[in-house]
């Protein structure tokens, strides 16, 4: 395949994906919901955390930070951050304990009730993520899943599922900054003004 026929068709993949996303009235009302839960969080002096693997990690880094520095309004912090941070601390209990356990193990002393966790995976089946979403349901910390199509396990362990409708890691990935992207700037106008 040549470059200018792989540029069209992986752009029409995304377009397709964003088109899919944007009729489907059940996965806006997840998104609307979402930020409904989150704007709740911040008034009531409570913090979202975000976790993920890989480019999941990546995309988890980048949208604390929207919160926790600005989106489009100058305006105060947001406290957010990205569970993955301290390579430290994810070295050491990846080391002495396991992979698995790096979220669970840091929600488990950061989190506090009313607090919401984001998990973004694509296949909806990190271990990590789901053992974290474990602590948080007895924690009453609220959980919001970025998947993709299915929802993979995930699915039946959030409060709020946001699947983008597609099987493509690189185009839930581009689903999920999107949707992220919305989030981010429903909370900040809901909030700030």
Known sequence: MDGKRLID???RGHIEVMEAFASDASLKES???????????FRSGGKVYFCGNGGSAADAQHLAAEFSGKFYIDRDVLPAEALHCNTSYLTAVSNDYSYDIIYSRLISGLGRRGDVLVGISTSGNSANILKAFEVCRQKGITTIAFTGAGGGRMKDMADILINIPSTDTPRIQEGHITAGHILCEMVEKAIFA
């Open 9 to 11: 068709e992986r752009l």
């Open 31 to 41: 998104l609307l919901k979402a930020a409904e839960v989150v704007t709740g969080c």
